[in-house]
């Protein structure tokens, strides 16, 4: 099968975001750009994409959906939240590291983390180390949110993770992100990303 004709059925059979399966509508604004850097919390430990995604949805159903949200909700109220999507195991520690991580997005960029695209001056790699000074992002959590967040922040395209990279080299697509790029248009790139991780997740 062409490699163009492969990419276009990864996205129609997996080419949902994990953004979107949050509940997140992505948008170069501060509300959706923090529900992403929660997201990414949530995923960097070892737990099932599928229950990181719940607890993403729980925590904005009860009302976590900004930093000050978050930050005024109490430690108990995020427990609770986590233990309704079945996080368990981490859900105590991730309750104290969200609250610690509002208040950090609070403090150094006032709520909006479009301040820290601008503080990166248009660096995907600033942009990802400024990422991981966040409590629990490292270069996975990063990664994450660069792959999401191509879609309203274009200086990290093309964002195909190690995970990504290795689902395509395995489907006989290619290997570099330019290369994986080129087989799509750029508004569906973090569906593309998002397709080839799910496929790897599966496997």
């Not at 995907?124 to 992002?137: A, D, K, T, V």
């Amino acid at each position: 099968m062409p490699r163009a004709m492969t990419a276009q059925r990864l996205l129609a059979e997996y080419g949902r975001t994990y953004a979107d399966e949050a509940g997140i509508r992505l948008r170069n604004t501060p509300m959706p750009l923090y529900q992403l850097l929660t997201l990414c919390v949530l995923f960097s430990v070892r737990i099932r994409a599928d229950i990181a995604v719940a607890a993403a949805r729980e925590l904005f159903g009860a009302g976590m959906r900004t930093p000050q949200a978050m930050a005024d909700s109490s430690w108990q109220g995020r427990v609770d939240a986590l233990g309704r999507a079945h996080y368990r195991r981490y859900d105590e520690s991730t309750a104290t590291v969200l609250g610690e991580g509002a208040e950090l997005v609070l403090g150094e960029y006032r709520g909006d983390l479009r301040r820290l695209r601008q503080k990166a001056d248009g660096d995907p790699e600033q942009i990802r180390r400024l990422l991981q000074e966040f409590p629990r992002i490292g270069p996975v959590g990063a990664d994450i949110f660069s792959r999401e967040a191509q879609g309203v922040w274009p200086e990290l395209r093309p964002a195909f993770d190690t995970r990504a990279r290795e689902a395509a080299a395995g489907l006989g697509l290619p290997k570099t992100p330019e290369r994986l790029a080129a087989l799509v248009g750029d508004d569906d790139l973090p569906r593309l990303a998002a397709a080839l991780v799910r496929v790897e997740l599966a496997n």
